[in-house]
Nanobody, 123 residues
Framework: QVQLVESGGGLVQAGDSLKLSCSASGRMFSHYGMGWFRQAPGKEREFVAAISGSGGRDYYADSMKGRFTISRDNVKNTVTLQMNSLRPEDTAVYYC????????????????WGPGTQVIVSS
């Protein structure tokens, strides 16, 4: 398993950009598909974006397409989520997760999770 820690959250205004990072420790990082999920107060956790182990494939939730970009560096063992044109409805705790599947949008397929980082978007 890998251990994950997110960073980069904060308070921004609508329309701003923010870059989240996830640092992974453990072996064989490139063997894991990686994903970002988020959970807003009073709501269920939802899928944001995922990237394959090699980084060659990515997948986004419909509401994030064109605004968010996921990437990974298998040398530095990091995954990033670049978020542009942020909206108040993007306010949530964002979680980085790792899966043995090459790429997945299903949270139950992820076996390692970070503690999360808070993103607040003011209107």
């Amino acid at each position: 398993q890998v251990q994950l820690v997110e960073s980069g959250g904060g308070l921004v205004q609508a329309g701003d950009s923010l870059k989240l990072s996830c640092s992974a420790s453990g072996r064989m990082f490139s063997h894991y598909g990686m994903g970002w999920f988020r959970q807003a107060p009073g709501k269920e956790r939802e899928f944001v974006a995922a990237i394959s182990g090699s980084g060659g494939r990515d997948y986004y939730a419909d509401s994030m397409k064109g605004r968010f970009t996921i990437s990974r560096d298998n040398v530095k063992n990091t995954v990033t989520l670049q978020m542009n044109s942020l909206r108040p409805e993007d306010t949530a705790v964002y979680y980085c997760a790792a899966t043995y599947f090459d790429i997945s949008s299903t949270s139950s397929r992820y076996n390692s999770w970070g503690p999360g980082t808070q993103v607040i978007v003011s209107s």
